[in-house]
């Protein structure tokens, strides 16, 4: 953030920490403005305020407290920046492990954007169909879009899901 004034007159930055900090709901996140000059400055308050007031009067402060707490001491944000590395790590692990079961049960379609993809959700490019038969016949739940939470795959429920996708998946292309 401190390199962006040096690069750049003008720009805008907008943050979110709701996955980052677990704080769904709490509307906390951070929105930086660059301006060139003191007028525009008074510009872009005057917009950022007209809209804000409609969509929001007061923010709740509980989850920007948490995160001031978090971040404004050095051994809490050490231990936030190791569970992030943690959870992360767990999640590139499902997504591994998930792609090398359907190949170990033979499965011939490409699963190669499982692991390409990045954060808490992936993109499994199955058809609608498809995901309709996992809800109702193994009660596998995922968007219509066959958009699935990766966080919520385990290692007690990895094999079972990668079986129930290889059955709706190796005699179809998608």
């Not at 993809?117 to 193994?138: D, H, N, P, W």
């Not at 429920?157 to 292309?173: C, P, S």
Request: charged share 25%.
């Amino acid at each position: 953030m401190r390199e962006l004034p040096k690069k750049y007159n003008n720009f805008l930055l907008s943050q979110s920490f709701a996955k980052n900090f677990g704080l769904y709901g709490e509307r906390v996140g951070c929105l930086t403005v660059g301006t060139s000059s003191t007028k525009e400055q008074e510009i872009v308050m005057s917009r950022i305020k007209q809209l804000a007031r409609p969509t929001y009067s007061n923010p709740p402060i509980h989850g920007a407290r948490i995160v001031d707490t978090v971040l404004g001491d050095k051994a809490l944000t050490d231990l936030w920046h190791k569970d992030l590395k943690v959870m992360s790590g767990r999640i590139i692990d499902m997504r591994k492990g998930l792609v090398d079961r359907l190949k170990g049960l033979g499965n011939q379609h490409d699963w190669s954007h499982i692991t390409s993809q990045i954060g808490m959700f992936a993109y499994t490019g199955m058809t609608k169909e498809m995901v309709t038969k996992l809800r109702e016949e193994s009660h596998i739940y995922m968007t219509a879009d066959a958009r699935i939470s990766i966080s919520g795959l385990n290692s007690g429920n990895l094999d079972y899901v990668a079986e129930q996708f290889h059955k709706v998946t190796k005699d179809g292309t998608f």
